[in-house]
């Protein structure tokens, strides 16, 4: 593959896949639709959608995913198994652009290890899924799991192997984040060499974060060759994560001058999918995260505000607008109408169904009763609290609590339980504990809270508080994301919903394709 001065870099986005994969991030099918579909109109080239043996749910949403996808190649993963790659093959095959990603260790420490399998063994299995996966789609992805810890001549094999098989992309992970740009790069342009076939494949990089270095990896895995990149949208994935989507795209579109890459990302969508996929997964981002932090834009030393003042690229690379950061703006009250409403949520890069629209109208109305400034920010939690709550089967209906310096102090609570009203009281050791108490109370459980997190959305003291709650039980980890400007509801609000997702996490396996363990063996995947 030559390099010439615009070479088309692929994007291929793992949100729904290594993304939701790691503890905690779980969405459901509706919020997994929804992310498709951002990630399609910002011109995303590969959508992984899921891991459709993993369970039912992950099948039907990547089904449902390759069905209304136009635009972009839909992938499922799939182990070396025949069962695994049939289950893909069935859940793509409706799609537009169908691609099988199929995937197998070929480090010594996994082999031995994880696989149990001597290396031609391995070696044998690369063959035969690559082949059962081109039965399916003429599009199939092979990648070398725990590529960078791989005995080189022997991931050239495979490689090998697996092009002549028929994949024409292979992916080369740092699945353990374990590499550095030098080494990675330097792999890339090796393999490239060695292997005869090597221009039949685009090959692609894969990195994760354990080290920070997973976007320098990958940009340096371009320079030796690769012209895929995989990421997720704020670096969501299995432990420290994957690389960042909207740092990659940012750094080519930034630094077009050393990294010379074609890149059909609408860049403007960035802070809405960072946003769409933080209420999805209730994963807040970090405030100094690159591009997408709250504070990314932001300059607060009076040095860097003189220099601002008097010209903005003194302290800025890249324009907030470029990354869909408006500046927050007063924009309506309580007297503002429907079509205004419309209009704000079509700016901020929402689209809305009629009932979607309508529901999250009268919350803004009922928030505009009691907040005097909405801002931009209050919209967006607004809206993405309803789309995260949309299908929930327990909500809050009322909550009163006695707080102050007289305890103890308790908290009345009114849910919608299945369509049930149930009312509690309870006592506890300030006002957050006697309102968790009550939800203990209405709904039982052993999970932990592992969790609880309150900032402010906007400033001042009518802005709303945005709580996020995590939860552990037996192995599962969800968390949960709700925005009030009464703290307590706020409280209440995300710690139910956590309780929600904790009950689809439940009814999910137990409805599994493969077994419970058979996920968790898919340790570093
Ligand atoms: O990290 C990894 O190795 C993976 C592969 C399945 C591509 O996620
Ligand atoms: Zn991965």
């Not at 291929?12 to 290594?18: A, E, G, S």
């Not at 706020?490 to 493969?514: D, F, H, W």
Request: net charge negative.
């Amino acid at each position: 593959m030559t390099t010439s001065p615009k070479d088309r870099v692929y994007i291929f986005d793992t949100t729904l896949r290594d993304g939701e994969q790691c503890p905690g991030a779980t969405m459901t099918f509706e919020e997994k639709l929804e992310v498709a579909d951002l990630l399609e109109s910002m011109g995303v080239d590969i959508i992984e959608a899921g891991f459709p043996i993993a369970s039912d749910g992950d099948f039907q949403a990547v089904q449902a995913i390759a069905k209304r996808i136009k635009n972009a190649t839909v992938t499922g993963l799939a182990r070396a198994g025949m069962k695994d790659i049939d289950r893909a093959g069935e859940a793509v095959k409706g799609a537009a652009r169908p691609r099988i990603h199929t995937f197998l260790s070929t480090s010594p420490v996994h082999m031995k290890y994880k696989l149990q399998k001597e290396p031609a063994e391995v070696l044998q299995m690369v063959r035969d899924s690559v082949t059962r996966a081109r039965n399916w789609v003429d599009n199939v992805e092979w990648s070398a799991e725990d590529g960078t810890r791989t005995e080189f001549d022997f991931l050239c094999q495979c490689v090998d192997a697996a092009i002549k098989a028929g994949a024409t992309t292979i992916n080369i992970p740092d699945t353990v984040g374990y590499t550095t740009p030098d080494e990675y790069r330097s792999l890339f342009r090796k393999v490239r060499e060695q292997v005869a076939n090597s221009d039949k494949a685009i090959f692609s990089v894969h990195c994760h974060n354990d080290l920070g270095m997973a976007v320098a990896n990958s940009l340096a895995g371009l320079e030796g060759g690769a012209r895929q990149i995989e990421c997720t949208i704020n670096g969501i994935g299995e432990r420290a994560g994957n690389a960042a989507l909207e740092e990659i795209v940012m750094a080519i579109k930034t630094r077009g001058d050393v990294l010379p890459y074609d890149c059909r990302i609408d860049a403007t969508m960035l802070n809405r999918a960072s946003k769409l996929v933080s209420a999805a997964t209730s994963f807040p981002v970090q405030y100094n995260k690159a591009i997408v932090g709250r504070n990314a834009f932001a300059h607060e030393s009076g040095i860097h505000q003189d220099g601002m003042l008097k010209h903005t690229q003194t302290y800025e690379i890249m324009t907030p607008e470029s990354v869909g950061v408006s500046k927050t703006s007063l924009v309506m009250g309580k007297h503002s109408g429907r079509n205004a409403f419309r209009n704000k949520l079509q700016e901020l890069g929402y689209e809305l169904g009629d009932n979607q629209l309508e529901d999250a109208f009268t919350r803004f109305k009922t928030l505009a009763d009691r907040k005097k400034h909405i801002y931009d920010e209050d919209i967006e939690a607004l809206v993405d609290e309803g789309i995260a709550t949309a299908t929930d089967r327990t909500k809050v209906i009322a909550l009163i609590v006695i707080a102050g310096t007289m305890g103890p102090q308790s908290a009345t609570l009114t849910l919608d339980v299945d369509g049930t009203e149930k009312t509690v009281q309870a006592t506890g050791n300030g006002p957050v504990d006697a309102t968790f108490n009550a939800i203990h109370k209405l709904i039982p459980h052993t999970a932990m809270l592992e969790l609880y997190q309150v900032h402010a959305v906007t400033q001042g003291t009518d802005a709303q508080a945005e709580v996020s709650v995590r939860l552990h039980e037996e192995g599962r980890t969800v968390t949960a994301k709700a925005a009030d400007p009464d703290t307590l509801v706020a409280s209440a609000k995300a710690y139910i919903g956590a309780l929600n997702k904790l009950m689809i996490k439940r009814q999910r396996e137990a409805t599994p394709q493969t077994t419970a363990p058979d996920r968790l063996r898919l340790g570093g995947v």
